[in-house]
């Protein structure tokens, strides 16, 4: 196999065929493979699927990202459904149940480097 077979597949007739929009093949793949739930393939003849940006999710059929509803957003690229959307209160909600972040933040504002006077060069 050479990397110029990638994206493509031999058919049960002999013909070369590029892999579908939402499909792609790697190399040392022998056929086509669904992009991954959050990722798309938007063209025929992909070798990789790409992940959707912030903000968006992948259609049910891998071929393209889909903004999400006025008002909401996504914590993280990749995904899969509208359900990923959220306001800007859940996303923080989310963000702080994953990570607590408010903690964290509060943590290191109650170091002793963070409270000492400011100093100025003389």
């Excluded at 990638?6 to 579908?20: N, T």
């Excluded at 003849?45 to 049910?60: I, N, Q, V």
């Amino acid at each position: 196999m050479t990397l110029r077979n990638i994206g493509f597949v031999r058919s049960s007739d002999g013909e070369c065929q590029a892999c579908p929009a939402g499909t792609y093949r790697p190399a040392g793949e022998s056929q086509c493979l669904a992009c991954a739930s959050g990722r798309i393939s938007p063209g025929p003849g992909s070798a990789f699927c790409t992940t959707c940006p912030l903000d968006t999710y992948s259609d049910s059929s891998g071929v393209s990202c889909v903004q999400c509803p006025a008002g909401s957003l996504t914590n993280f690229p990749g995904n899969h459904d509208e359900a990923g959307c959220l306001t800007p209160e859940e996303a923080n909600a989310e963000m702080d149940a994953r990570f607590g972040a408010s903690v964290l933040v509060n943590k290191l504002v109650s170091l002793p480097a963070f409270n000492q006077p400011k100093r100025e060069c003389l």
